[in-house]
């Protein structure tokens, strides 16, 4: 039995320590907003947080996540959810929306740890999160925007 | 609405399904009864296959297309919405059910394809609301006992504004139930729209943005297994031995299973599933495509392109046109195999019981692969119910006309006697084939004295993913297979000598449309050519193609609106180049003009896409300006890094790594500008992707003195000459 605290619940899962905390997440604990795109931490889609830092389930381990915390798109604190989802939805970003959980999962650590990022700041941040529908225009438009949001200004 | 009929009540009664309440209304074709049936409740109006409203108020759309980014849910219950004056935060959309009430209006099919989603309901699906609507009316004047003429509709309510009475259209839900079908439905003016015409949020955004949004390879189905399959690495390879006993043994693999297609490893979860994949043991027989090469294809490509080919356009005498010209190019193009490479790898749910089966599966070719399971499970289409999901992305590889990835699903339930999803990896779906078909291109063009085009003449050779299908009857003509040669035949401009002939290029590598299909290729040769053409008579690009244009005034307007908001005459910053294309398919035109420089490394930086598109009446415009952004992007990545090569007859490519995707730090600025008050609706998913890539050729040509021949775009070829 692994154990660990997922989206502030504690769980404990009986499987292969190797699995990819991924497929633990979909397939053992139900949470299907990560996704699965490369498996080989080209795409970001499954991007998740361990302790707070965006890393790629795909290629982590579960023992990694042994006695820490997990955060899915599912369980994204209200603080930078709420401003993320507010900006995605104003600027209707998703199309076919699958990369879209990881997209959301990157851009709240470089919100958190840069309340104003500038374009440059959302290039480096952004570019391991692949978007095969080509939303990157409105991925920056709607980081510019939570930002804002999120610091109280204007929508 | 000369397509719907009354069921009378007994009728209704019959097919079993009646809960409670009135009326149900269905289209003449067969199985509809079944479907309105099964969704009549005692709380909800079925005035048609279209339209639920509830006595919630909540109006559900039911949609027959797939979501699969473009947009199509929220435009077409925008429609729907219009007509019926609903209130539109009441308004859902829902994936139809198989049925042929849901077949294309064009195709006779139900499948999602060809740019064609809004226009193809542009009729049917507002007469559904405009029917449901008049339904309403009806109810609301009975109940009041008005005329229904002095009543009218607003934001979900009936109104009698002589006397201020208002009901909601939930509250007339049973009312509405007993009545009658309009026998004529009258449509809206445009000028009273409300919502059509005006951009409207995606009603798909919000799930899509916390983890909601369910698609195919979310689906999960109580005692479902897992399966990855192990297929042939070489295209039409057959296996010759298997040893399973390594893959046994991997902890929590259940099954190991040969089926058509390869052999399969089923366990509980993804892992233990490619783990066991993964071990096995296959011995291979890998045909004749075994010593299938890029290179050596290549070559057979340029001697299939010296031969006569089939001829799909001939006017005046090219090869005398050619003879006389004061200046002439003479240029051989090479496009490679693409990838469709969407989002979601691949995947397929199937439930299949002695009686019944069910499968749960992002496609957009419902009638098909309702139709591929139930061969494969013995039973009856309309004993398969299939549920379409979210599509992860499609681009056209989940139109699939054998159905191949719902068929190994199927395959699979029925063996191990319980739900089977198989899941497709990233390498599994990269090297699964179904490629954009490789395209190779020779050119010979001139120019007259004046410089005007003197002789074009156009050799395609490329394989036909439509010969041998019963598509091919639909397409292939003369000879001549539309989808190879699109966008080319149809050259816009006025050659008096032209020749476009086509060169079947079999090679066993299963092709099929990718996002644009042949308008992918011929609008890189076209475009880039007449861009040539202008530089060789010393004319402006732009200015070269409107003088060619006179017989195209949409084509010309479009041209002229990009060009004009791109800031075409004046000239580009230091350092940078713009260069210009436009194109015509799905019945919309589409003009980018791009802005690019070149990186310290050599490599094309893009700054900037302005594009202009005339696709008709917009339903949702910042729908249309989606797709421009994305068939921007979509055509970049297939530019800059696109490209399925083989190497003993395997794809070498596997992954993002390998197969790259433009990434944010990549992107462009775009800026789209939709022309105003065009009157013939076109389709937007697709047409804005052929005018990227020569756009940015044409844009790089100005910056390198050098024409860009080969996709995707390689350094060496951006070196000045």
């Given at each position: 039995m692994i154990k660990l605290k997922v989206n502030g619940k504690d769980r404990s899962v009986d499987v292969d320590p190797e699995t990819p905390l991924l497929w633990v997440v979909r397939e053992s604990l139900g949470l299907t907003g990560t996704k699965f795109g490369c498996g080989m931490a080209q795409c970001g889609a499954c991007t998740v947080h361990l302790d707070g830092e965006a890393v790629r389930s795909c290629v982590t381990p579960i023992s990694r996540a042994e006695g820490r915390q997990v955060t899915t798109i599912e369980g994204l604190g209200a603080d930078l959810a709420g401003p993320l989802q507010q900006a995605w939805i104003s600027e209707d970003v998703p199309q076919c929306g699958y990369c879209q959980s990881g997209q959301i999962m990157s851009a709240a650590v470089l919100l958190r740890e840069n309340p104003k990022p500038t374009d440059k700041d959302v290039d480096d941040a952004m570019t391991g999160n692949i978007c095969r529908c080509g939303t990157y225009q409105r991925i920056r438009c709607a980081i510019h925007l939570a930002a804002r949001i999120k610091a109280g200004g204007k929508k | 609405m000369s397509d719907i009929i009354n069921l009378s009540r007994r009728d209704v009664l019959k097919a079993g399904a009646l809960a409670g309440g009135g009326l149900v209304l269905g289209v003449t074709l067969p199985g509809f009864v079944r479907n309105a049936a099964a969704m009549q409740s005692a709380s909800t109006f079925v005035p048609n296959a279209f339209v639920r409203i509830g006595m919630d108020e909540i109006v559900t759309v039911i949609v027959p297309h797939s979501e699969m980014g473009q947009g199509a849910y929220t435009s077409v219950a925008m429609m729907v919405a219009d007509e019926l004056d609903a209130d539109w935060t009441k308004v859902r959309a829902e994936s139809a059910p198989v049925d042929p009430a849901y077949n294309h209006t064009v195709f006779g099919i139900q499948m999602t394809g060809g740019s064609t989603s809004t226009w193809s309901e542009w009729k049917r699906l507002r007469e559904a609301g405009a029917a449901a609507r008049q339904m309403l009316v009806s109810a609301a004047a009975e109940t009041w006992k008005v005329e229904p003429a002095a009543c009218s509709t607003e934001n979900g309510s009936v109104v009698h504004s002589a006397s201020g009475r208002r009901l909601t259209y939930g509250k007339l839900v049973e009312s509405a139930s007993k009545l009658m079908p309009p026998k004529e439905v009258a449509l809206k003016e445009a000028r009273n729209f409300k919502l059509i015409g005006k951009s409207t949020k995606r009603l798909d955004t919000p799930d899509k943005t916390n983890g909601k949004a369910v698609f195919g390879i979310d689906v999960s189905v109580p005692g479902m297994k897992v399966a990855v399959v192990a297929r042939s690495p070489v295209f039409g390879g057959k296996l010759k031995s298997f040893t399973a006993d390594g893959a046994k043994a991997v902890p929590g693999v259940r099954h190991v299973l040969q089926i058509p297609r390869g052999v399969a490893v089923v366990a509980d979860g993804f892992w233990p599933a490619k783990l066991g994949r993964d071990a096995l043991e296959i011995e291979w027989d890998d045909g004749p495509l075994g010593s299938l090469d890029t290179r050596t294809q290549g070559e057979q490509y340029a001697a299939l392109a010296r031969e006569a080919g089939a001829v799909g356009r001939k006017e005046g005498d090219v090869d005398a046109a050619l003879e006389k010209a004061m200046s002439k190019i003479d240029a051989v193009y090479d496009l490679p195999?693409?990838?469709?490479?969407?989002?979601?790898?691949?995947?397929?749910?199937?439930?299949?019981?002695?009686?019944?089966?069910?499968?749960?599966?992002?496609?957009?070719?419902?009638?098909?692969?309702?139709?591929?399971?139930?061969?494969?499970?013995?039973?009856?289409?309309?004993?398969?119910?299939?549920?379409?999901?979210?599509?992860?992305?499609?681009?056209?590889?989940?139109?699939v006309i054998d159905s191949h990835f719902v068929?190994?699903?199927?395959?699979?339930?029925?063996?191990?006697?319980?739900?089977?999803?198989?899941?497709?990896?990233?390498?599994?779906?990269?090297?699964?084939?179904?490629?954009?078909?490789?395209?190779?291109?020779?050119?010979?063009?001139?120019?007259?004295?004046?410089?005007?085009?003197?002789?074009?003449?156009?050799?395609?050779?490329?394989?036909?993913?439509?010969?041998?299908?019963?598509?091919?009857?639909?397409v292939v003509k003369d000879g001549v297979d539309e989808t190879a040669v699109e966008g080319a035949r149809d050259n816009p401009y006025e050659i008096a000598d032209i020749r476009v002939a086509w060169h079947h290029a079999p090679s066993g590598v299963p092709t099929l449309w990718w996002r644009s299909v042949g308008h992918s290729h011929t609008a890189f040769i076209v475009e880039t050519i007449?861009?040539?053409?202008?530089?060789?008579?010393?004319?402006?690009?732009?200015?070269?193609?409107?003088?060619?244009?006179?017989?195209?005034?949409?084509?010309k307007k479009v041209l002229e609106l990009a060009t004009e908001k791109a800031g075409w005459g004046k000239p580009p910053a230091e350092g940078r180049g713009r260069g210009v294309a436009v194109h015509e398919s799905f019945g919309s035109v589409i003009s980018h003009v791009a802005e690019v420089s070149l990186t310290k490394e050599g490599r094309p930086k893009i700054h900037k896409v302005t594009c202009a598109i005339d696709c008709g009446p917009v339903v949702n415009p910042d729908t249309v300006r989606a797709q421009m952004e994305s068939a921007i992007a979509f055509g970049l990545t297939a530019a800059l890094y696109g490209e399925i090569t083989f190497e003993k007859g395997r794809?070498?490519?596997?992954?993002?790594?390998?197969?790259?995707?433009?990434?944010?730090?990549?992107?462009?600025?775009?800026?789209?500008?939709?022309?105003?008050?065009?009157?013939?609706?076109?389709?937007?998913?697709?047409?804005?992707?052929?005018?990227?890539?020569?756009?940015?050729?044409?844009?790089?040509?100005?910056?390198?003195?050098?024409?860009?021949?080969?996709?995707?775009?390689?350094?060496?070829?951006?070196?000045?000459?």
């Amino acid at each position: 039995m692994i154990k660990l605290k997922v989206n502030g619940k504690d769980r404990s899962v009986d499987v292969d320590p190797e699995t990819p905390l991924l497929w633990v997440v979909r397939e053992s604990l139900g949470l299907t907003g990560t996704k699965f795109g490369c498996g080989m931490a080209q795409c970001g889609a499954c991007t998740v947080h361990l302790d707070g830092e965006a890393v790629r389930s795909c290629v982590t381990p579960i023992s990694r996540a042994e006695g820490r915390q997990v955060t899915t798109i599912e369980g994204l604190g209200a603080d930078l959810a709420g401003p993320l989802q507010q900006a995605w939805i104003s600027e209707d970003v998703p199309q076919c929306g699958y990369c879209q959980s990881g997209q959301i999962m990157s851009a709240a650590v470089l919100l958190r740890e840069n309340p104003k990022p500038t374009d440059k700041d959302v290039d480096d941040a952004m570019t391991g999160n692949i978007c095969r529908c080509g939303t990157y225009q409105r991925i920056r438009c709607a980081i510019h925007l939570a930002a804002r949001i999120k610091a109280g200004g204007k929508k | 609405m000369s397509d719907i009929i009354n069921l009378s009540r007994r009728d209704v009664l019959k097919a079993g399904a009646l809960a409670g309440g009135g009326l149900v209304l269905g289209v003449t074709l067969p199985g509809f009864v079944r479907n309105a049936a099964a969704m009549q409740s005692a709380s909800t109006f079925v005035p048609n296959a279209f339209v639920r409203i509830g006595m919630d108020e909540i109006v559900t759309v039911i949609v027959p297309h797939s979501e699969m980014g473009q947009g199509a849910y929220t435009s077409v219950a925008m429609m729907v919405a219009d007509e019926l004056d609903a209130d539109w935060t009441k308004v859902r959309a829902e994936s139809a059910p198989v049925d042929p009430a849901y077949n294309h209006t064009v195709f006779g099919i139900q499948m999602t394809g060809g740019s064609t989603s809004t226009w193809s309901e542009w009729k049917r699906l507002r007469e559904a609301g405009a029917a449901a609507r008049q339904m309403l009316v009806s109810a609301a004047a009975e109940t009041w006992k008005v005329e229904p003429a002095a009543c009218s509709t607003e934001n979900g309510s009936v109104v009698h504004s002589a006397s201020g009475r208002r009901l909601t259209y939930g509250k007339l839900v049973e009312s509405a139930s007993k009545l009658m079908p309009p026998k004529e439905v009258a449509l809206k003016e445009a000028r009273n729209f409300k919502l059509i015409g005006k951009s409207t949020k995606r009603l798909d955004t919000p799930d899509k943005t916390n983890g909601k949004a369910v698609f195919g390879i979310d689906v999960s189905v109580p005692g479902m297994k897992v399966a990855v399959v192990a297929r042939s690495p070489v295209f039409g390879g057959k296996l010759k031995s298997f040893t399973a006993d390594g893959a046994k043994a991997v902890p929590g693999v259940r099954h190991v299973l040969q089926i058509p297609r390869g052999v399969a490893v089923v366990a509980d979860g993804f892992w233990p599933a490619k783990l066991g994949r993964d071990a096995l043991e296959i011995e291979w027989d890998d045909g004749p495509l075994g010593s299938l090469d890029t290179r050596t294809q290549g070559e057979q490509y340029a001697a299939l392109a010296r031969e006569a080919g089939a001829v799909g356009r001939k006017e005046g005498d090219v090869d005398a046109a050619l003879e006389k010209a004061m200046s002439k190019i003479d240029a051989v193009y090479d496009l490679p195999y693409l990838a469709h490479a969407a989002m979601e790898p691949l995947n397929c749910v199937a439930d299949v019981r002695e009686d019944s089966c069910e499968v749960w599966v992002g496609t957009q070719f419902q009638t098909g692969d309702r139709a591929a399971a139930a061969q494969e499970a013995g039973l009856k289409p309309d004993q398969v119910k299939l549920h379409t999901t979210l599509l992860g992305g499609g681009f056209g590889r989940r139109a699939v006309i054998d159905s191949h990835f719902v068929r190994e699903a199927v395959q699979l339930s029925k063996a191990v006697k319980a739900p089977v999803k198989v899941i497709w990896t990233r390498e599994d779906d990269m090297r699964g084939g179904f490629y954009r078909p490789r395209a190779y291109h020779t050119v010979k063009a001139g120019i007259d004295a004046a410089g005007k085009p003197a002789g074009w003449d156009h050799h395609i050779v490329c394989q036909s993913f439509m010969a041998g299908t019963p598509f091919e009857a639909f397409v292939v003509k003369d000879g001549v297979d539309e989808t190879a040669v699109e966008g080319a035949r149809d050259n816009p401009y006025e050659i008096a000598d032209i020749r476009v002939a086509w060169h079947h290029a079999p090679s066993g590598v299963p092709t099929l449309w990718w996002r644009s299909v042949g308008h992918s290729h011929t609008a890189f040769i076209v475009e880039t050519i007449i861009d040539e053409l202008a530089h060789t008579a010393g004319k402006d690009p732009r200015d070269y193609r409107l003088g060619l244009l006179g017989k195209h005034p949409r084509i010309k307007k479009v041209l002229e609106l990009a060009t004009e908001k791109a800031g075409w005459g004046k000239p580009p910053a230091e350092g940078r180049g713009r260069g210009v294309a436009v194109h015509e398919s799905f019945g919309s035109v589409i003009s980018h003009v791009a802005e690019v420089s070149l990186t310290k490394e050599g490599r094309p930086k893009i700054h900037k896409v302005t594009c202009a598109i005339d696709c008709g009446p917009v339903v949702n415009p910042d729908t249309v300006r989606a797709q421009m952004e994305s068939a921007i992007a979509f055509g970049l990545t297939a530019a800059l890094y696109g490209e399925i090569t083989f190497e003993k007859g395997r794809v070498r490519e596997r992954n993002f790594h390998d197969y790259p995707m433009l990434r944010m730090n990549e992107m462009p600025e775009v800026e789209v500008h939709i022309v105003p008050d065009s009157e013939k609706m076109g389709g937007v998913g697709e047409p804005g992707v052929p005018p990227v890539a020569p756009a940015l050729a044409n844009a790089l040509f100005t910056l390198t003195g050098k024409r860009i021949r080969r996709l995707p775009i390689r350094s060496e070829d951006l070196r000045k000459g």
